[in-house]
């Protein structure tokens, strides 16, 4: 019997060197021993501790029948401090056991400890426990290893879906799965999705929720990325799922390779609406679901707005009227051409550009300007001008021609000024004062 | 209950280590699952509630009247002159039975019909609407009772109020009564009630008479994922049962139970985030649910204890099941190590089985808190009591208690008599034998919340014993005072 010799020394080096909480069921499982006697070696360690005069302390555990407040017998099994026992024992009317729980060195301050020192060793050992118990019940036989591994990812689907949310739909898209691994008619892009599967799996951490998302982007990615290099693409996806903000990226390298090739982009689109059925099938839990679909929306969203803006772009470099008109501009001719409706035109507008110059746009500002009028009399007056935006000089002969025509109609401008909103072109804001001190 | 048997010492472990240690078999009992009726075959919403109530007077009617036959044998009284003792003879005829249409003034009779419970304090959703127009919403209440609280009896045509001696506080909607009385002629549609009766509880199939001691044990309230759950000592319930802890003698007495039902509420209340389904979903993406460890926990419990005994799990209010009466059984994935186990099974909320010959029939406990909020009943085995002489699981159901609408059945009609009838998640643990008419005999056990009481609930089927099981740990509880 070299263990019941070496148990002591262990127990020693467990309690007093690594300051291990030992219960009976730890010693138990690491001894490969039977309960009882994992609880009798206890026992004689604490024996042996207290002749050798070294503190530990030990709970105990007693059972036995006690008078309730009722008055009916209540059968209590508690787990008390070794200071407790005696007392303890008293309070109750039989004593049905008692045997040592726990040795520790130090005393205990609550249960949670007690606790938490058996449950890693009961969790790695859930099904090796009931060999060192005292029933056995021939029943209760687990289902073998043997039936998981052929169904090994849909199991692992159910099990992470299983342990996440509500039932039902999960056993479905789980079945469903393995369906459509088995279908083959979209065979390509289920391959590759499923050696993604294999992948993402192997490749997943602990937390499941990574597992989940990789697996989703295997999924999505597979048909898109066929053709570019997959790790980019998942990556781009893998910045889609966990940065909205990274989102613009990866529509926007979708959408140059639509335009690149409209080959891929009808094959993208085919396998779009499968890749939506798919996603529905294939999903974990809700979550991954409607991410995927509310992402699917986004992408599409933006592929829009993004297919907007590049026709915009388009027609930017094309020559052809600029696309941002004022609603409320009307038809204004060009200013190289003395008008006398000029001057009626209080709104800017942001004039086509003439002789094709890019980017620059010519405008007509009002402008306060002061000369010498017919009876020698300096007057200011704020005259439509026009000007490029590179700031050159407004064109003698507009600017001689209109003060002439806007002298005689200075009266008539008073009237049309009147009913005409202010001009919005101006810098300066023109206010009421200003209509006042004309006069 | 607990006989030492053999000579051991209590204190036995207490000593050198050996290496003999039996190990004893663990009994199964015979077990068969009569809940057949509480499984919804098919799920269809699209009914209205009249077709249940309907079915439930179509079933219990008949029933009641024989009862109300049996019981009211018009007679009349005459007194001996010389011993003064007095003696009834019957008249000879029958009661008359009438519908309320045929009533006629002043004429005593029976009606039959269901009980309906006016109250003003109760929740109506046109109440909860009118917060529209800004009047105060109603606040949520413990109890909804009030004073001003009617009786009315309905058949399938008509409503009539009732007065007398039917006590208003106590009752609730959904009872099939028989009532004997008679609208009087100067108080019209008011029905005066002298006597009234419920179904007779049908004869109890007698219990075979057992060898050995054998238990079940009932625990419920378990409510993991809150704070207050009490995790050691429910593994100290786990190892109790499982055989390791106690010495041999007291392990072989836990090999006796064979079996453990879970009455509901495994999960706690605060694992059901009712914020989590206002919120948006993209902001609650990356959390996951309270539920999800606590189911988690709750499996490796239930390994552990499925690997040496027959455990049924009932699911409760915050269990992630149904709302709805007849809950349906917990799916099994949400215990994927456990359901390895051919001994864990899910079942239904109520549910009705049968070991050793021993009849259970039980709840998670909705009912009976459904009826405490109703009436002024509050003692869970007087509505227990209730429940068997009214002849209904659920009478509030679907009135106050949600409900399946079912179409030619109503499974919550008790036809058989229990022998045992318990309910789970009760604030404490009491039990006691109630005696009906006709010579049976049930056992009425309210279990108590496990979280709260750390209490556990051993019937014993041979002797129809209930003895408590607490589970203590250090420092937190003290033994019984």
């Known amino acids: 019997m070299a263990t019941d010799s070496m148990y002591l020394e262990n127990l020693e080096e467990y309690v007093n060197d690594e300051g291990k909480i030992v219960t009976y069921k730890w010693l138990s499982l690491n001894l490969h021993v039977h309960v009882n006697e994992a609880k009798q070696m206890l026992y004689t360690f604490v024996e042996e501790q207290k002749k050798k005069k070294i503190h530990v302390t030990a709970t105990y555990f007693v059972s036995g029948m006690c008078k309730s407040v009722d008055g009916c017998q209540t059968y209590t099994c508690t787990v008390i401090p070794e200071e407790e026992l005696e007392t303890f024992k008293n309070s109750l009317t039989t004593v049905h056991s008692i045997h040592v729980y726990s040795v520790q060195k130090a005393g205990l ?153 409209e080959e891929e982009a009808e094959k993208k689109k085919d396998t779009k609406p499968k890749q939506n059925g798919k996603g529905k099938r294939s999903k974990q839990a809700r979550n991954g679901d409607s991410d995927e679909e509310s992402n699917k929306k986004k992408r599409r969203r933006i592929r829009i707005e993004m297919s907007e803006s590049s026709e915009e772009e388009m027609d930017y470099e094309s020559p052809v009227p600029s696309p941002v008109p004022s609603p409320t501009r009307e038809p204004s001719p060009v200013p190289d051409t003395p008008e006398k409706e000029s001057p009626k035109k209080q709104e800017v507008s942001v004039k086509p550009s003439q002789n094709g110059e890019k980017h620059r746009k010519r405008r007509r500002k009002l402008v306060p300007k002061t000369f010498m009028d017919e009876d020698g009399y300096m007057v200011t007056e704020k005259v439509w001008e026009s000007e490029s935006t590179d700031a050159s000089d407004a064109e003698p002969p507009p600017v001689k021609e209109t003060p002439k025509p806007s002298s005689p109609q200075k009266k008539k401008k008073a009237s049309p000024k009147k009913k005409s909103p202010p001009s919005t072109g101006s810098k300066k804001q023109t206010s009421l004062s200003s209509f006042f001190s004309k006069k | 209950m607990f006989e030492k048997k053999g000579g051991n010492h209590p204190d036995d472990l207490l000593s050198k280590p050996s290496q003999t240690h039996k190990a004893c078999e663990r009994q199964s009992g015979n077990f068969s699952d009569c809940s057949d009726r509480f499984l919804l075959k098919d799920k269809t919403f699209s009914r209205q509630y009249a077709h249940l109530y309907a079915e439930r007077l179509w079933e219990v009617r008949p029933k009641v009247e024989a009862s109300a036959r049996k019981k009211w044998v018009p007679y009349t009284v005459h007194t001996m002159r010389l011993t003064h003792t007095s003696v009834y003879i019957p008249l000879g005829k029958d009661i008359v039975i009438r519908k309320l249409h045929e009533l006629k003034s002043d004429e005593t009779c029976v009606v039959i019909g269901t009980l309906f419970k006016h109250m003003e304090l109760k929740p109506s959703i046109l109440q909860e609407i009118s917060e529209e127009h800004n009047l105060m919403p109603q606040p949520v209440r413990t109890k909804y009772v009030d004073e001003s609280d009617k009786l009315y009896l309905e058949d399938e045509l008509q409503r009539i109020i009732l007065m007398g001696d039917l006590d208003v506080q106590t009752s609730v909607t959904g009872v099939i009564i028989a009532v004997y009385g008679k609208e009087p002629e100067d108080d019209q549609g008011k029905f005066h009630v002298e006597k009234y009766c419920f179904q007779m509880l049908s004869d109890q199939v007698p219990r075979p008479v057992i060898q050995n001691d054998k238990y079940l044990v009932l625990i419920s309230g378990l409510e993991i994922g809150s704070n207050e759950e009490q995790i050691f000592s429910l593994q100290l319930f786990v190892d109790m049962v499982t055989g390791m802890l106690g010495n041999s003698e007291e392990q072989s007495h836990c090999a006796e139970i064979c079996r453990v039902i879970v009455a509901g509420n495994s999960l706690s209340s605060s694992t059901q985030d009712k914020d989590s389904l206002q919120k948006a979903k993209y902001l609650s993406k990356k959390t996951a649910a309270g539920s999800v460890d606590a189911v988690k926990t709750l499996d490796d419990v239930f390994t552990q204890l499925a690997s040496s005994v027959d455990v049924d799990l009932m699911p409760g209010e915050y269990d992630p099941a149904n709302y709805t009466l007849p809950q349906q059984p917990l799916h099994k994935c949400m215990f994927p190590e456990a359901s390895r186990y051919p001994t864990f099974h899910t079942v239904t909320n109520p549910y009705d089985f049968k070991v050793e010959g021993v009849r259970f029939l039980g709840t998670s406990g909705q009912a009976v808190q459904d009826i405490v909020k109703y009436s002024t009943n509050e003692e869970p085995l007087d509505i227990l009591e209730k429940t068997l002489e009214w002849g209904h699981l659920a009478p509030t159901a679907p009135d106050t208690l949600g409900c399946y609408p079912f179409y030619k059945e109503d499974p919550f009609i008790i036809n058989d008599c229990p022998h045992v009838l318990f309910a789970g998640n009760m604030t404490k643990f009491d039990s006691k034998v109630f005696k009906g008419c006709g010579g049976q005999e049930v056992l009425l056990v309210s279990v108590p919340r496990f979280s709260q009481t750390s209490t556990a609930v051993m019937v014993n089927l041979r002797t129809q014993d209930c003895v408590p099981m607490q589970f203590a740990a250090p420092s937190t509880m003290e033994p019984n005072r």
Not at chain 1, 136 to 142: D, G, L, R, S, T
């Open chain 1, 109 to 261: 301050k609550d249960s949670n400890s007690l606790y938490l020192a058996d449950y890693d060793c009961v969790k790695e050992n859930l099904f090796e426990i009931h060999k060192y118990r005292s029933i056995k019940y021939e029943k209760a036989q687990p289902s073998s290893e043997a039936k998981r591994p052929p169904i090994k990812t849909a199991q692992e689907e159910t099990k992470v879906s299983g342990t996440s949310s509500a039932a039902s739909t999960n056993g479905h898209s789980s079945s469903n799965t393995k369906k459509d691994a088995k279908k083959g008619g979209i065979a390509g892009m289920f391959a590759n999705a499923a050696t993604k599967k294999a992948d993402a799996s192997k490749k997943a951490d602990a937390s499941k929720k990574q597992e989940i998302k990789a697996e989703t982007n295997g999924t999505t990615t597979a048909g898109k990325a066929d053709k570019k290099n997959q790790k980019d693409a998942k990556k781009g996806v893998a910045n889609f799922f966990a940065n909205h903000t990274g989102k613009k990226a990866a529509p926007k390298t979708m959408e140059v390779k639509k335009e690149e090739n």
